[in-house]
């Protein structure tokens, strides 16, 4: 019984409360329907994904919170479409630049959540055991990923035309592809970086309670 209430479940269940209500409200009137559902349908693949794995395969408390404002960031996105979320011009305002960067941030977490997730992955499944071979690999993993939502983004433009701008979210930067994907491998140094050993405490934790049961 004290497992149901345990509060890492409440705490699972207060977020996935949380992400379907915005998900509500996102989908409500949305800037551009076909963008939003671009924007979001990664929520709607890793929420189902994560209930239903969580017992088999339950991740860190870190990965979870990361995940969590990593789906925030895609739902507001597709809500506003990124070039006109109101926070974006905001920064822009207050950084003084020339186009909303919320698009980066996006890109950030791009690179941000799926180091932690790959560290998760390739640590609990003893797949490498050098330090530094670990490190090498999440961030031959995280550039992977970025260029090949960057090739989704490239299907998308062909297949819709003129219609992809809100998805591209280029706001005429010649250069947007590249600065995406350096946001990402910051966002995946980052994680290593500042983020490697509270990982690696929960890991270890993660570990040792799936040994005592």
Known sequence: MSSVFSPRLLLQWLGSLVLILLLVWSGFAPYDRITWLMEVLPVLIVLPLLWWT???????????????????????????????????FMLQQWLELDRNPYDKIGHFFQGLVPAIAAREILWRGAYVHSTRMLNFLILCVVLAISASYELIEWGAALALGQGADEFLGTQGDMWDTQSDMFLALLGAISALLLLGKLHQRQLNALRSGASAT
């Open 54 to 88: 969580k017992h088999r395969y339950p991740l860190t408390q870190l990965l979870y919170l990361l995940i969590f404002w990593h789906c925030i960031v895609l739902i507001v996105g597709g809500a506003y479409t990124y070039a006109r979320v109101p926070f974006g």
